[in-house]
């Protein structure tokens, strides 16, 4: 009878232990993460390719290193650049803008153009905020940009400049504006549209998205065969 009786005492001792171990179990399976299938071709992503180079000049330049305060604006002291103003630099739209202001014998002799046009930022001798190039890997400015003391004799000719590109232009009301120029020596954007040297009627409301031809493509030659159009409702046989 004692014999029997340990028995039964171990076999439910058996069946105890039998059955914490598949609670045990049972929890952590329940509580561990499942284990997903596995795919060759999933395992990692392709590397990303090369920038477009058309594109590339946009990520350059971020607003932070424009060294602008967030309340630079509402402390500005100097003349705010326009259009007009921009204009009247230049002799036809995208030339290189002549320097409206005299240069000291070193910066005529060094090009040290960089030293302020580089990075921006304020500059006390003119009481403004200065232009950033777009494009600082030209060092030899001069090459291009005229001092504003430089006179020239100009022979009479019948030549007459293109127009100003109309800004503001979108497919629709509400749309992405397009870009009303090319990109030549121009691909950064922020260098024109952000920043307290930023022209007011073209300064961009969000210079934190760095990647502008996202939205903002260009215009093209204008002519009607490159911009996209649609017929009002009844114009065009359809709707």
């Not at 920043?195 to 260009?218: D, F, K, L, M, Y």
């Amino acid at each position: 009878m004692a014999r029997e009786t340990q028995r039964n005492v171990a076999g439910i001792g058996a069946q105890i232990a039998f059955m914490l171990v598949v609670v045990l179990v049972v929890g952590r399976l329940l509580t561990s993460p499942p284990t997903l299938p596995t795919h060759p071709e999933a395992t990692s992503a392709s590397a990303p390719g090369p920038q477009i180079p058309e594109e590339a000049d946009v990520f350059r330049t971020t607003p932070a290193e424009l060294a602008v305060a967030p309340a630079a604006n509402a402390v500005r002291v100097a003349g705010t650049r326009t259009l007009v103003g921009m204009r009247d630099l230049r002799a036809y739209p995208g030339a290189p803008p002549h320097i409206p202001h005299a240069l000291s014998d070193d910066e005529f002799r060094l090009t040290l153009c960089g030293n302020c046009h580089g990075g921006g930022g304020f500059a006390p001798r003119f009481d403004a905020y200065t232009p950033v190039t777009p494009h600082p890997e030209y060092a030899n400015c001069l090459q291009c940009h005229v001092p504003e003391q430089t006179t020239v004799d100009f022979v009479a000719t019948d030549w007459r400049p293109a127009a100003w590109p109309e800004v503001g232009r979108s497919a629709m009301e509400g749309s992405p504006l397009w870009i009303p120029h090319d990109l030549q020596l121009r691909g950064n954007c922020l260098t024109c549209h952000g920043g307290p040297s930023a022209v007011s009627e073209i300064r961009t409301t969000h210079p934190e998205r760095a990647n502008c031809r996202q939205c903002h493509v260009p215009a093209g030659s204008g002519s009607d065969d490159e911009v996209f159009t649609r017929p009002l409702d009844g114009a065009g046989g359809g709707r």
